[in-house]
């Protein structure tokens, strides 16, 4: 019961992983705006940094990012002409909005109609406020215990709501909290009982790691997600940087490239400092992976979560979220740098 995929625009705006992961899964790093909150909205008596205007900006220029995520909290205020000028702000930057998340669960199933018609109504005005930002899926949590009506009604609610994310091309997805969605099992009971292909989950790191087994938790809920939150805390980083070594010799290149030279009319002597200079840029770029130590999170083990991701063949987006404490920018980079390191390991492995 897959969503549907990323339109091919909103793929293109997001920094690809894929050149580590050759012939398998393709992965797209983007920004989740709160691991930004504290430059947004600092502690009393300190003015913001950042304003939300400037995020799309901000986040190409300092990560090298092309995509970003946004919770509905962030968004207060704002009307239709705000949300608007913000995706145009995005669309210049060259970093899109792809995920929309109500961050406040809803009691969409609540045997009390007028909390349930609440929460309904709730999950429609975040749906539009999508539409505006043109952003790919929306993302909330349904609130309710385990008994059988409940859980009849929140499918219903999320059925109706699904009418309206369907006309505007958006998915769905499920974000895992305690109660109604704790468990995989539980995810994807309410998964079938929804039915239909704009439904599915937004799984989270940290959650992940509340289970014995958070790369078994991955694999079963990651075949029907469309965005992933990479959500990580605090890290322990080298004390110093290694000085770079440099090439051991000098090469020069040959005078003309492969597309403007026959390869008949090329030297033997151009061919083979060709293929010299090739082999030392090799040996090179593998002694700077052995110089260099990626920073090392602490709260939980990263490495087993992105195996469980690209093991399914997961092909989406991986919406960081830096939730640890310190700079966050310096965080959010962490994060990164964890990230590839992580999914580089995975392949060496293969």
């Known amino acids: 019961m897959p969503t549907e995929p990323a339109s091919a625009d909103q793929v293109a705006y997001c920094h690809a992983v894929a050149v580590l992961v050759p012939g398998r899964s393709r992965l797209l790093l983007a920004l989740n705006v709160n691991s930004l909150k504290s430059l947004l909205n600092p502690k009393r008596g300190k003015d913001p940094s950042l304003t939300l205007p400037e995020v799309p900006q901000f986040i190409k220029e300092e990560f090298g990012l092309n995509g970003l995520a946004l919770s509905a909290d962030l968004l207060a205020g704002s009307n239709r002409r705000d949300l608007e000028a913000f995706r145009e702000r995005s669309d210049r930057a060259g970093c899109a909005c792809l995920l929309l998340h109500e961050t406040t669960p809803l009691e969409l199933g609540s045997l009390n109609e007028a909390v349930a018609e609440q929460a309904c109504d709730r999950l429609d005005r975040i749906l539009h406020a999508g539409r505006f930002l043109g ?115 000098k090469t020069k290149a040959p005078a003309k490239s492969a597309a403007q030279t026959d390869e008949s009319e090329v030297p033997t002597d151009s061919v083979k400092e060709t293929d010299e200079a090739l082999d030392e840029l090799d040996e090179f770029l593998d002694e700077l992976d052995e110089m260099w130590e990626p920073p090392v999170h602490t709260a939980f083990d990263i490495q087993p979560m992105v195996g469980a991701v690209l093991a399914v063949g997961y092909d989406g987006a991986l919406i960081i979220d830096y939730r640890g404490k310190g700079n966050p920018a310096d965080g959010v980079q962490n994060c990164i740098y964890a990230l590839e390191d992580a999914v580089r390991a995975e392949v060496e492995k293969s």
């Open 135 to 249: 952003t790919n899926s929306v993302a909330f949590t349904p609130a309710a215990g385990k008994d059988e009506d409940e859980l009849d009604f929140t499918a219903e609610a999320i059925k109706r709501a699904m009418g309206l994310a369907e006309k505007h091309e958006m998915n769905l997805l499920i974000y895992p909290a305690q109660g109604l969605t704790s468990t995989p099992d539980d995810v994807t009971n309410l998964l079938k009982r929804v039915g239909g292909f704009r439904v599915g989950t937004f799984p989270d790191f940290e959650y992940a790691s509340t289970f014995d087994d958070p790369a078994g938790y991955l694999k079963k809920m990651c075949p029907y997600a469309s965005a992933i939150s990479a959500s990580m805390l605090d890290f322990v980083v080298p004390e110093s940087e290694p000085e770079r070594k440099k090439p051991t010799k």
